[in-house]
């Protein structure tokens, strides 16, 4: 530890702290020092007859992210990251305003040469509920951006108020930024929070609840000298890129859980219920217990699954979310790591998420349940698909020599290709040709994973189009088989996934959730139509 000296900022930002850490020096930062929080619940402004109405506002905040950290600036929902979680019943409407009072300057480095960035204002804003099968008007279009206070809007701006009438079952959806080219500035700034939608399902299951249910975001930062946020810029690319100019990859430094750098949660020796989502840009996440302890797992993106799958390690791509219960009251006194055993890349520090420190006594009995069945499981049947679709994960470069991502093998703004017909049964091949996996978002639909297959050529017609042959897929794993709207798509393979469109028409988008590759046109608009 180091004590204070130049290049590190006023003491006074360090409310009377003894010490502090070099927050750009991940090795000599303490772990399992701070407490986990837990994400604040947004409350709403007015309830009325089946219908909830929340005003949530962007702005700029100061956030400590380590107990030897100063200050940290970031931009959170009502200041605050993470951001409020919203809690919802299923078929209750939930009315939210969505203020930006942001700066009209980023804080972070903004690529203007990125679709939507040469001509509109440095910071828009619009939000995307990851998971909703909601109206298109409120689903958060890239191009349904706005400035602070409304000043300037995108051409697919609609609406102040967005709706979400919550017709699903129940799940953990999360909401965050999505404005075209800059979605992966705006999320790591902290833009990002938990919407829980609840139902009958979980009062019968008789589930962990209350204090003993706890949503985590993980996310990896990396930060300054000075505590604030780094975030590359790429000043030394190759000759005549510009500068800024958005990275095809970037990895944090630190895990961020809730907020708090590797924290610690006191646990009574009882069940849990966790929700734990993968917010990160790109960095994927295997996570297992050090004691070797089982998970139960109850649910993946978007709710329960047919029966609780029994996991010992699982896979979380940037988006996806899993719902588990673990059993501690096994192991009195003792302390737990929740492990990162991913190896993409290996730094130190990244093969830790946080500790679980196990308590000697129970505040009250814990008479929740491990389900064996959960919910009954009706699959969408792929022999009633009206369409095939096999779609191409490639790449190619741009005027200025750079790798740009792409889906098809079309940009952002070329003609619209996904289009689907209301209540209508789909097919989709995935077909990964990067050495590196892609994690891929389908918004308004929930989807079931098929499998996989590693393919050749003759995997393949002469028009391109794959040959689908479901006996020679590899099944999706253990911990996929629940509805899901983001999929693992594996390097050289095809995954295929089934999905109905209902409920909704109108612009909607497919894309990366590798949010540098979003940005930089690994998405293309998705028009349901009647």
Not at 63 to 89: D, M, V
Not at 130 to 139: F, I, M, Y
Not at 156 to 179: C, F, I, M, P, S
Not at 501 to 524: A, P, S
């Amino acid at each position: 530890m180091v004590k204070y000296e130049r290049n590190f900022p006023p003491i006074d930002e360090y409310d009377g702290l003894d010490y502090y850490v070099d927050p750009s020096d991940p090795e000599n930062i303490p772990k399992f020092v701070d407490p986990l929080p837990r994400p604040r619940v947004a409350e709403p402004i007015m309830t009325r007859d089946n219908e909830f109405l929340y005003r949530i506002v962007m702005r700029e905040g100061k956030h400590r992210f380590h107990r030897n950290f100063p200050l940290t600036t970031i931009w959170g929902y009502n200041g605050i990251y993470p951001g409020p979680t919203i809690e919802a019943p299923k078929d209750m409407t939930v009315k939210v305003k969505w203020e930006n009072k942001l700066p009209m300057q980023h804080m972070l480095p903004v690529d203007k040469t990125l679709h939507g960035t040469p001509d509109t204002p440095e910071v828009r804003t619009v939000v995307h509920l990851h998971g909703a099968n909601v109206d298109a008007d409120s689903d958060g279009h890239p191009e349904a951006w706005y400035s602070r206070d409304n000043e300037y809007v995108g051409q697919k701006y609609k609406r102040e108020v967005y709706e979400y009438t919550n017709h699903q079952a129940g799940a953990t959806l999360w909401y965050h930024d999505h404005a075209i080219g800059i979605t992966r500035l705006n999320v790591y700034s902290g833009l990002a929070g938990f919407y829980l939608i609840r139902d009958f399902m979980e009062k019968r299951l008789n589930l962990p609840k209350g204090p003993y249910e706890i949503p985590i975001l993980i996310q990896d930062k990396t930060f300054n000298k000075d505590g604030s946020l780094f975030y590359p810029d790429n000043a030394t690319p190759p000759v005549d890129n510009p500068i800024p100019s958005t990275p095809s990859f970037f990895f944090g430094n630190t895990i961020a859980v809730n907020g708090k750098l590797w924290p610690y949660m006191e646990v009574e020796p009882r069940k849990y219920r966790f929700r734990i989502l993968n917010g990160s840009n790109l960095r994927n996440y295997e996570l297992k217990l050090s004691n070797n302890e089982v998970f139960h797992q109850i649910g993946t993106d978007l709710g329960f699954l047919h029966h609780t799958a029994h996991i010992f390690s699982f896979v979380l791509e940037p988006a996806e979310r899993i719902d588990l219960i673990i059993d501690f009251s096994e192991y009195k006194g003792e302390e737990i790591i929740l492990q990162n055993i991913a190896q993409t890349p290996p730094s130190p520090g990244m093969d830790m998420i946080m500790k679980f420190k196990v308590g000697h006594k129970l505040s009250c009995p814990d008479e929740s349940v491990i389900p064996t069945e959960l919910m009954p499981m009706h699959k969408v049947d792929p022999t009633l698909a009206v369409k095939e679709r096999t779609m191409q994960l490639n790449e190619t470069t741009d005027h200025y020599g750079r790798v740009v991502h792409l889906l098809n093998g079309r940009s952002w703004d070329a003609p619209v290709t996904e289009r689907v017909k209301l209540d209508s049964i789909e097919i989709w091949h995935l077909v990964n040709n990067f050495a590196f996996p892609h994690p891929i978002h389908l918004h308004l639909v929930h989807f079931e994973i098929l499998g996989r297959k590693v393919f050749t050529e003759a995997d393949f017609d002469e028009e391109g189009n794959y040959i689908y042959d479901q006996a020679s897929l590899t099944p999706p794993l253990p911990f996929e088989t629940g509805p899901k709207d983001v999929v693992r798509t594996e390097p050289g393979q095809v995954t295929s996934i089934v999905m109905q469109f209902k409920d909704n028409v109108g612009d909607y988008v497919w894309h990366c959730h590798i949010l540098e590759h979003e940005d930089n046109d690994m998405m293309r608009p998705l028009l349901v139509e009647r």
